[in-house]
């Protein structure tokens, strides 16, 4: 660290994770610049989408000079891979999240939120996290790939662990345990998709997992451990952020009653309210690039193997692109964007799924849920910094209506 500018580690502080945007603004007016020799942040909006539209800004975590030692050979999935390996593989899967396909399942996500909803109703008590914004995406990303939901358990459990060493390259951040757990993790991921995989080429079903191991039989443009790593990337990124839109955005909406009241009576603002929490409260607070090569962001120099990290979640409230910027309104004009999803080649893949079912729950909470409240010491949050939200949230009501 510099002695001019904000320590960056003061985000791992646990008094930060209710609310890191005082923090992160400060970050953000000194930024871009160097924490350590090797370590940049960035969390100007425009600094951050350039550097994300950038080629020689590298998605291949370990050329970094600060990279860990590698444990091994390891696949990476593409969400880790530059053009033309990135392009590839990107590619084989693009089609199945296409806005047309992701429309045709629009019934299907009714289906199971109203079916969470009901046995909330039922219980006459509503744990957000465990019992809608975890279980939801996590099915809906399981019948898409063709994975059996009755192996949630396992898949909630491995998924948590990939997500605990998914930080930045901070000192003292991530615990080694949790490196560790994160690697065993894997490989327990691994022989499990080996298995499914071994099952769908016997027998191949309408699902993404049998997609992928035809085309990878169809001939060289896809590798047994690429398919595997794709499944991993899939079901973890299908479901870990989700939930964090899901559960940041009730979370915002019982502490803003006026914008819970306004969507309520009309329920067309759902997308709206969708896109002011990805902006507000970002599910993915950060990434990270690595320079190829010497050069600049604004006048701070860059060098080749540099890690910078780019602070979404502080992009996202520059008060240079949002007037109002730390106000939470759902009726905001559509103009400015976020950077919640990324930009340039690595955009999320599932964005249109994320918001659809989002958009669904979001819009059912507001109409359904009766005068709700958070109950007290109903809200924990996750200790990661990378993916932001509650671990816990509690939501107390009257009454939860059935559809009209
Ligand atoms: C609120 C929910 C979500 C958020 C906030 C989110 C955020 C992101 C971000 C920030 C990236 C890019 C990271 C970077 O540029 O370094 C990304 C990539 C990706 N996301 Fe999402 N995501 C969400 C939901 C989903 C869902 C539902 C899927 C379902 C398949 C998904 C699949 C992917 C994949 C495959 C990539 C890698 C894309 C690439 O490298 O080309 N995400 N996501």
Known sequence: ????????????????????????????????????????????????????RDPRMSSERDRARLAPASKGPRTRNFLHLDPPDHTRLRRLVVKAFTPRVV?????????????????????????????LAYPLPLRVICELLGVPFEDRDLLEDWSGKLSEALEPPLPGLVAPRAT??????????ITYFRELIAQRRRSPRDDLVSHLVQVEESGDRLSESETLATCVLLINAGHETTVNLV??????????????????????????????????????QLTSRVARGDGHIGSLPVLDGDTVVLLLGAANRDPEVFDAPDTFDITRPPGARHLSFSAGPHFCLGAGLARLEARIVLEMFASRVTAPS???????????????????????????????
């Open 180 to 189: 560790s757990e994160a690697a065993r993790a894997r490989v327990q991921f």
């Open 103 to 131: 429309a045709r399942l629009e019934p299907r996500i009714r289906e199971l939120a109203e079916g969470l909803f009901r046995e909330a109703a039922r219980r006459g008590r509503f744990e957000i996290v465990s019992e």
């Open 247 to 284: 559960s940041n955005g009730v979370l915002a909406l019982l502490h803003h009653p006026d914008q819970l009241k306004l969507l309520r009576g009309d329920p067309s603002l759902a997308a709206g309210a969708v896109e002011e929490v990805l902006r507000y409260d970002a599910p993915v």
């Open 374 to 404: 958070l109950a007290e010491n109903g809200l924990a949050y996750r200790p990661n910094l990378t993916l932001r939200g509650p671990d816990r949230l509690n939501v107390l009501f009257d009454d939860i209506q059935a559809p009209s």
């Open 1 to 52: 660290m510099t002695a001019d500018h904000p320590d960056i580690a003061r985000l791992v502080d646990p008094a930060s994770r209710f609310d890191p945007y005082p923090l992160l603004a400060s970050f953000r007016a000194a930024s871009p610049y160097a924490v350590s020799d090797g370590l940049l942040v960035v969390g100007r909006h425009a600094d951050c989408s350039a550097v994300l």
